[in-house]
């Protein structure tokens, strides 16, 4: 098993700040707002914008999917054959 180098290690350090750094921002922003009411209007658009991002994002990953089945992505990627076969 490899060792992680120090340049790993650093990127790791940089990457939880970030994540920690954001979490304290979002509890705080979550408090701060906490006295805010929505109306009707607000979880009606709430409910619209989350059925369709999750419609959205659905879509075009089974896309991706059925694109890669099917072998529309071949001609993309001309290189990917030449390594198959001279793996076998």
Do not use: Y
């Not at 922003?29 to 914008?49: D, F, M, P, T, Y």
């Not at 089974?62 to 001279?86: C, I, N, T, V, W």
């Amino acid at each position: 098993m490899e060792r992680i180098s120090k340049g790993q290690i650093l990127l790791l350090a940089v990457l939880a700040m970030i994540l920690i750094l954001t979490g304290v921002w979002a509890v705080s922003v979550w408090n701060a707002s906490s006295g805010v009411e929505i109306g009707k209007h607000g979880w009606i658009a709430l409910g619209l914008g989350t059925f369709f991002s999750l419609l959205i994002g659905c879509g075009l990953m089974a896309l991706m999917f059925f694109s890669s089945r099917s072998g529309h992505d071949d001609s993309a990627d001309p290189f990917r054959h030449k390594q198959d076969k001279s793996a076998e």
